[in-house]
């Protein structure tokens, strides 16, 4: 699969045209980081459009920094950005709604699409990217975990190159040989590291108690708060579990999680021979957009390098199915009806929203996730309205769970 080529800007020095980026979700963590990666290589991208939900002050300044052609914000401060925009000499156009998301990541002039919007909202930015044959990387992993071998299909029909951007899967990949052809004969297994996040030695009986500040504090990441509420229930990794089931087409049971405090071991792959190849690095996300940015180069990352004389030691512990019962609930929706997947995913994002709004205890997370999967049981979606209608159909089961128990 080959990504997209343009024709050269007029703002390119040189002979050589730079590459065209598109980035959705740029005020979140991973957008500000693909943002510092960006530039720090001004000679080899130009960025052609940025993407917000709601947060216009940092949309305008990156606007200001990196002059894109389109930005895309929700309607209702769509008019409020265009006129500062204007004011401020800027001939950026501001557009607005899900399908500007689409237009703007299948743009012919966009040579590559950072896919980092947050949850099922970021699935049909991606399919267009994907259908549009970009360089497609992918930090947005409910693309897969909601869309499956449906966005896998699109991926191939469109000649798309996938490129995992979350630091497990970027490890994988880095550590992998070159021809995928060959996975299944030479892997015997896939290792995902985690670090176990702010509650790995905390008493279990406790984490009722849990405060949405508490579970936001990562021992090693700065994250967005959806993403470190699952880090402390270790959902994101029940996550990343779909998701290299479906990125490596290795089976679920040749998928495996070891609890690694440091992460400074990202991922391994063991081999038939029983070899271990392991990618390295200090957790720091601009190493991973980096690698995916430069692929199949390299370039400098403004991450800093793993000091060896100064690393703690590195240790490596169980999964504590007690402690973190939601990350077991990954092997579980693989070997269901396909599109189960989806259903997990749904009933998260509304538990860690009911959370983080104070709405549902910490421990409650997993009892929603659990009785969505016992509810909702979907036949298996082969198009992107019968999986945002099994998504809508989880999303209210959830909704209706967490409403009976707010009035008790």
Request: hydrophobic content about 45%; glycine content about 6%; some cysteine.
């Amino acid at each position: 699969m080959t990504a997209s080529t343009s024709t050269a800007s007029p703002l390119t020095t040189g002979s050589a045209a730079r590459s065209r980026v598109a980035v959705l979700g740029s005020t979140g963590s991973i957008g500000t980081s693909t943002l510092d990666v960006l530039a720090r290589h001004p000679e080899r991208f130009e960025v052609f459009a940025l993407t917000a939900a709601s947060q216009t002050e940092l949309l305008f300044q990156q606007c200001q920094q990196f002059r894109p052609r389109f930005a895309v914000i929700a309607e209702v401060h769509r008019v409020a950005l265009q006129e500062r925009l204007r004011s401020a000499g800027l001939n950026t156009e501001v557009l607005s709604g899900p399908q500007a998301l689409c237009d703007v990541a299948s743009a012919p002039e966009v040579d590559a699409v950072m896919a980092a919007i947050v949850g099922a909202a970021g699935l049909a930015s991606c399919l267009a990217a994907a259908r549009a044959g970009k360089k497609l990387l992918l930090a947005n992993k409910e693309a897969l975990v909601v869309g499956g071998e449906f966005f896998l299909d699109a991926v191939q029909a469109g000649g798309a190159r996938l490129l995992p951007i979350d630091s497990e899967h970027s490890a994988i990949f880095q550590s992998l040989p070159e021809d995928p052809a060959t996975w299944e004969r030479r892997v015997h297994k896939l290792i995902l590291t985690a670090s176990g996040g702010p509650f790995r030695t905390r008493d279990p009986g406790s984490l009722a108690q849990v405060t949405p500040d508490e579970a936001c504090a990562h021992p090693n990441w700065v994250m967005g708060r959806k993403i470190s509420v699952d880090s402390a229930t270790m959902m994101n990794k029940a996550l990343e579990v779909i998701e290299a089931r479906f990125l490596f087409g290795l089976p679920p049971e040749r998928i495996e999680v070891v609890i690694h405090p440091q992460s400074v071991i990202h991922s391994m792959v063991q081999f038939k021979d029983a070899s271990i190849v392991a990618q390295l690095g200090t957790p720091d996300m601009r190493g991973p957009i980096a690698y995916g940015l430069s692929w199949p180069d390299r370039m400098e990352s403004g991450a800093a390098a793993v000091d060896f004389t100064r690393v703690a030691p590195l240790t490596f512990e169980e999964a504590d199915q007690h402690r973190f019962p939601g990350l077991f609930l990954s092997w579980e929706a693989l070997r269901a009806v396909p599109g189960t997947t989806a259903v997990l995913n749904a009933a998260n994002e509304v538990a860690v929203d009911a959370f983080l709004s104070h709405r549902l205890r910490f421990d409650q997370i997993h009892q929603l996730n659990r009785a969505t999967l016992e509810a909702v049981v979907p036949s298996k979606p082969e198009s992107l309205e019968a999986l945002m209608a099994l998504d809508a159909e989880a999303r209210q089961w959830a909704q209706t769970w967490v409403e009976k128990r707010a009035s008790h």
